[in-house]
């Protein structure tokens, strides 16, 4: 008999569904799970009362014939989600102790939809990371290890690493991640698993511990298309309480999924062929461009001039917003205070932040600061939303001859823990073929292609056309269909 | 751009986050690091170019200017690290 745990969000709403199994054998499979994983730090906190609680919600449901759209599936939430009476502390110290009087727009839709939910995950501090090592409680470890046997631990990627490791090491079927800079889809690529980052303002950013407000999207991860497009379809959706939610109706994705790329053009970025990158990554997108030919689609070759700026801009914007977005853990409100005997209120404020505060953090809050301080204004954060303008308007200039591009999620395999920590910027080149899209708000999704000479897995990313996330998990999953990705971590924790 | 040691305290005391002597002699270098790194983007021609205010075309939508919600003050302040008589404290401001 297959393991519950080995099943997939469809299989697992679908097995409770026909009562294959009851949702309470479900959430027990996977709250076992979650306590045997702790070896990879991916759970901050974990919350079985509340996981068999929906179960038990699920199976009564299902007796009265009322199920609902993910009736006796167990997820696991990323700690940048409020969660009412559940602590969110957005992988910070500042916020240890932070318990919610409320329910994140998008973590609610799941609950109201039937999910439960069986902890909060691990995060790179305040989603500022590509490795999950910027942690206030200790990195996340992959389930992945490289083939020579060496024991390195390996990151999951960032930010989302525990929501990564928790699905690929199958703790849970699925869980939420959020996106500002690739924080969703190079933790995919990492572990194996498939992720997507919808449309800027798809998904409600309402009870989201904010970062950078221009680019922070929430989206599943989960461990095929089929699954991401069934979470999505319950997480997006317009919510008055976010000025920048899309009042649009929330299309059927798992209905229309359709692996026939006959008619749809896919163009191929030559700028994203950059020095320095693996040649098992470049093989992989070969691979990964005669399988959408393959599944029909046409491949057109194209130009999008800007992309070696995406980067420099990213480290403007996204800090200058951090700056401002984090300025409110001033120990007054909520979260750590320190106050030194005598200390004047200002001095409470920096005290506090500085004890709070990681150095990554710390860092970019004093970049941002930095580039939006008078004097500096004008050259560095100005001169960055105009080339986040020329940025977006490549993007635009190629949607006349093409649906959607493929790329690389990532310039790397999955890299050991402590291996790029020393350089911001390398560790910052972790994001190069995924910030274009978020500077640009289009959807963008990574799925498993294949695994390099460690066996470890690359992903392939897919960016689509504002509001076409369908054409994102087509071909994702006509890729998916070809790749035949089965390969999972070996069990060691 | 080179970020000397007196521009990080600077900064610093912009964003509220006390530095020790030690953290300051690091993020100097570490900062003209970065900052030299984004200066890359002073070679892009953008004449003509409007920053980018929304990156996917949205109102901003209007509400009926009406209370819809209140009362909530130990909501409010069920977090705080010091709250005393349905507020906030904070140390002494005014002498």
Redesign the interface.
């Known amino acids: 008999m297959t393991h519950h745990t080995d099943l997939g969000i469809a299989a697992l709403r679908d097995g409770v569904r026909n009562g294959d199994f009851s949702a309470v054998e479900v959430a027990r499979a996977h709250i076992e799970a979650v306590e045997k994983g702790r070896a990879l730090n991916a759970f901050l906190v974990e919350t079985p009362d509340l996981a068999m609680a929906a179960a038990e919600a699920a199976d009564k449901d299902r007796a009265a014939g009322e199920l609902k759209p993910l009736s006796g599936v167990p997820l696991g939430i990323k700690d940048l989600f409020a969660t009412k009476g559940v602590q969110t502390t957005a992988g910070s110290r500042i916020l240890e102790g932070f318990t919610p009087v409320y329910e994140s727009h998008v973590s609610g839709r799941l609950l109201a939809a039937g999910a439960g939910m069986l902890g909060k995950l691990n995060m790179d501090e305040f989603a500022m990371g590509s490795s999950n090592e910027t942690s206030g409680y200790g990195a996340v470890i992959s389930p992945w290890r490289r083939k020579d046997k060496g024991n390195a631990p390996l990151a999951p990627g960032g930010s989302s690493g525990g929501s990564s490791s928790a699905v690929a090491a199958r703790l849970c079927p699925g869980a939420t991640g959020t996106d500002t800079g690739g924080s969703i889809r190079q933790p995919a690529a990492f572990t194996g698993i498939a992720g997507i980052k919808p449309t800027y303002g798809r998904c409600s950013r309402w009870g989201i511990v904010a970062f950078a407000s221009s680019l922070d999207q929430a989206g599943p991860m989960a461990r095929d298309v089929r699954d991401c497009a069934i979470m999505l379809e319950v997480m997006a959706g317009f919510d008055p309480k976010d000025s920048t939610s899309l009042d649009l109706p929330v299309p059927k994705w798992e209905a229309s999924l359709s692996a026939d790329l006959r008619g749809r053009k896919v163009g191929i970025p030559k700028e994203y062929r950059i020095d320095g990158v693996p040649a098992e990554i470049d093989s992989v997108w070969q691979q990964g461009i005669e399988w959408l030919r393959d599944a029909g689609a046409e491949i057109v070759n194209v130009s999008l001039p800007h992309t070696r700026y995406a980067l420099p801009t990213y480290y403007i914007i996204a800090p200058a917003e951090a700056s401002s977005n984090l300025a409110r853990y001033d120990g007054v409100r909520y979260g750590k205070r320190v106050q030194p005997d005598g200390a004047s209120l200002n001095e409470m404020y920096e005290a506090t932040r500085a004890a709070g505060f990681g150095p990554e953090v710390k860092r970019r809050i004093m970049i941002g600061t930095y580039v939006l301080s008078a004097g500096f204004y004008d050259a560095y954060f100005n001169q960055a939303q105009k080339v986040r303008a020329l940025i977006a308007r490549d993007f635009e200039q190629v949607w006349g001859k093409v649906d959607l591009l493929l790329t690389p999620t990532a310039p790397s395999a999955a890299f050991a823990l402590g291996e790029k920590s020393a350089d911001p910027i390398a560790m910052y080149l972790n994001d190069v073929f995924a910030v274009p899209a978020s500077l640009a708000g289009l959807p963008a999704m990574s799925v498993p292609a294949g695994l390099d000479g460690q066996g470890l897995p690359l992903g392939l990313q897919l960016i689509g056309q504002p509001l076409d996330e369908q054409a994102v998990l087509d071909a994702g999953l006509a890729i998916e269909q070809r790749a035949g990705f089965t390969h999972r971590a070996e069990r060691w924790w | 751009m080179s970020?000397d040691t007196e521009?990080?305290r600077h900064?610093?005391r912009?964003?509220?986050?006390?530095?020790s002597d030690s953290e300051v002699e690091a993020?100097a270098p570490?900062?003209s690091?970065?900052?030299g790194?984004?200066e890359?983007?002073?070679a892009?021609d953008?004449s003509g170019?409007?920053?980018?205010?929304?990156?996917?075309p949205?109102r901003?939508?209007l509400?009926e200017d009406a209370v819809t919600e209140g009362g909530i003050t130990d909501?409010v302040l069920?977090?705080?690290?010091?709250a005393e008589h349905g507020f906030?404290a904070?140390?002494k401001?005014i002498e």
């Open positions: 970020v521009t990080v900064i610093a912009l964003a509220r986050i006390s530095v993020l570490e900062l690091n970065i900052l790194w984004i890359q983007l002073q892009v953008v170019i409007e920053p980018m205010t929304a990156v996917i949205n901003l939508r509400r909501s069920a977090n705080a690290p010091v906030f904070v140390p401001v």
